[in-house]
């Protein structure tokens, strides 16, 4: 697997006249970053695109850049509702960690 590939894909809901769109790596994660609308990033769109350039320059593990972008997508009421609960495994505690 890429190293840059994510475990578990980030799916995106743009609203139930859509279908899911799913994010599975750094590269498409800053790719959908970027054509962010300007007007609306802010400290959580920046966050998002740091960690996925730290992932894409080697400094962060993609699994990092993947919770800042599932973050992302969360406050911004992008992320799938299904999404939103924790893995089987996963420790609830890193998740509760992301919505503070």
């Not at 730290?54 to 999404?83: C, N, P, Q, V």
Request: hydrophobic share 40%.
């Amino acid at each position: 697997m890429d190293r840059l590939q994510f475990f578990t894909p980030v799916r995106i809901s743009r609203g139930q006249e859509s279908s899911a769109e799913e994010i599975y790596s750094v590269a498409e994660a800053m790719g959908f970053l970027r054509k962010w609308p300007t007007g609306r990033r802010g400290p959580v769109y920046q966050c998002a695109v740091n960690c996925c350039s730290a992932a894409l320059a080697g400094r962060m593990s993609a699994e990092e850049a993947r919770k800042a972008f599932a973050g992302f997508a969360r406050i911004t009421r992008l992320l799938e509702d299904d999404m939103a609960l924790p893995m089987a495994g996963q420790n609830i505690d890193s998740v509760h960690a992301l919505r503070r």
